[in-house]
């Protein structure tokens, strides 16, 4: 953080602030689409017509061009974005290549995904930082299923700003009916995804028309804004639409009369004598100080690393979660989730996984309840998730899971399954909300799961019956408000 942007923090409210503040972050986006409609090459082109390329690197690109150059005698500007050999080679982007560029009115982080089915995974890491997607079609094929997907994924982590670029409108004689079909295809597409902010502009890449400068020239028909005239335009979301969000990543104890919880704010803002809670323990306190590496801060905002100190000892480990009192994420045993499978092997109905959010780390069960078909829109049932498939799921929990609903907060609210026996990432989801588990028993094939305040499963798992039968049982811990919520709404139900 600048000088001047310290003062300000110090100077004024927490959430004024974070208003002040927000406006001056990069516009982060990405690029996503089908295989070969033009992402790399867009994106070069990008750079280039914003001289974001030094003169070093044009003088690379050149040189790499060698026997590359197109009938206009321009380099190669996919070179720009495919540093691997093997993408290289065959001319594809494999991994999420990160670029940054600016022009008089903003600046921007632009993220280059790979097309391939095969590559879905890295896509979703693109997206699951962006702000708005550049979803490139070719104007000669129009909308594939990879478009489709790529789309879905998008909008599920969040995005909700679309540019449609219809690419390589020039090989097509600059077909203002074929434009303006598949514009029509996808906005009906997309209504069923909720994404309505869509900006269709016919470009080519390659000539630079409609990217950074207008193609009217070739194009009269069209009067819109150009690529980059959008993205000024663009909005960056917010990660304020939550109370106070830190998720412990570490203790720290430099001495006997310190103790300071460290982590990255998640969402809103928090100051000293503010009233905070450790979840999942339920335990209150006041935030007596905050500390970065070099000074005491009156305020913190989204997006600060600091050191959190309370007024009280109270039981705070790695993966806890502190938020505001007065605004709480959702504490339970069992939610619902949307998920991207990223693995051959899929999501197999029942197994445990480990799940990651922030720096906690649980096991789960995972029953696929949906898969979602693209060509369609609609959700069929699925016992199983194969790669790349977009579903729905019902996660349980052994003890009480942190989560805001994903469209709220995306730190809190999303995660990865690991595969515990190879310790793959074998998916990505995003919490929907939380799933009422009014019986709390239910079985998994030959196991039985109980759900019980913590006092008296330590007593169970004590007794010489359960040692004899451990096989046959797990035991999840609750605090004693959620063992009577849970028995509330058991209770409301009867």
């Not at 000892?313 to 938020?323: K, L, S």
């Not at 009480?400 to 730190?411: H, L, M």
Request: with cysteine.
């Amino acid at each position: 953080m600048t000088a001047a942007a310290t003062a300000t923090a110090l100077a004024v409210p927490a959430a004024e602030f974070a208003s002040a503040t927000r406006d001056t972050r990069p516009l982060r986006l990405i690029t996503c689409g089908s295989v070969d409609d033009g992402k790399s090459t867009l994106i070069g082109r990008l750079l280039w017509d914003t001289k974001a390329v030094k003169e070093d690197q044009a003088a690379t690109l050149r040189r790499d061009s060698t026997g590359k150059q197109n009938d206009l005698g321009l380099p190669d500007f996919a070179l720009l974005l495919d540093g691997l050999q093997a993408e290289r080679e065959q001319g594809i982007t494999i991994d999420v290549a990160y670029r940054y560029f600016s022009t008089d009115k903003r600046s921007f982080i632009v993220a280059d995904t790979p097309g391939h089915e095969q590559y879905t995974r890295n896509m979703a890491t693109g997206a699951s930082t962006a702000d708005l997607a550049v979803l490139l079609i070719d104007a000669r094929l129009g909308i594939l299923e990879q478009t489709r997907r790529h789309a879905t994924i998008a909008s599920l982590l969040g995005i909700k700003q679309f540019v449609l670029a219809i690419n390589k409108i020039d090989l097509t004689n600059y077909d203002r009916a074929g434009f303006e079909k598949i514009t029509h295809e996808f906005k009906e597409f997309a209504l069923s995804l909720g994404v309505k902010q869509i900006t269709a502009i016919p470009m080519s890449a390659l000539k630079g028309e409609n990217v950074v400068y207008s193609g009217q020239a070739a194009m009269p028909w069209y009067t819109g804004p150009t690529l980059v005239e959008t993205l000024e335009m663009a909005t960056v979301r917010s990660s304020q639409t939550v109370g106070f969000r830190l998720s412990v990543q570490r203790v720290s104890r430099p001495g006997e009369s310190f103790r300071g919880y460290q982590g990255t704010v998640a969402g809103g803002a928090v100051k000293p004598g503010d009233s905070v809670v450790i979840l999942p323990s339920g335990n209150v306190a006041n935030v007596s100080k905050i500390v970065t590496f070099d000074l005491v801060r009156n305020a913190a905002v989204a997006g600060d690393a600091i050191t959190l100190v309370l007024d009280r000892q109270v039981d705070v480990a790695r993966g806890d979660m502190i938020v505001s009192i007065d605004s709480q994420p959702q504490v339970g045993l069992a939610f619902d989730a949307h998920l991207v499978a990223l693995q051959p092997e899929g999501i197999e109905p029942g197994k445990r996984y480990w799940l990651k959010s922030g720096s906690r780390r649980q096991r789960v069960e995972v029953q696929p309840v949906s898969q979602l078909e693209l060509k369609s829109g609609a959700w069929n049932p699925a016992e199983r998730l194969p790669m790349n498939a977009i579903g729905k799921v019902h996660l349980a929990f052994d003890q009480a899971a942190v989560f805001d609903p994903y469209e709220q907060n995306r730190s809190s609210g999303s995660f990865i399954l690991i595969d515990p026996e190879t310790n793959n990432t074998v998916a990505g989801g995003m919490i929907t909300g939380k799933r009422t588990d009014v019986s709390g028993l239910h079985s998994e094939e030959a196991r039985v799961v109980l759900s019980l305040p913590a006092d008296l499963a330590e007593q169970i798992m004590a007794s010489a019956v359960f040692v004899n039968r451990r096989d046959e049982a797990d035991v999840r811990r609750m605090t004693s408000a959620q063992a009577a919520e849970l028995w509330a709404n058991a209770a409301s139900d009867i």
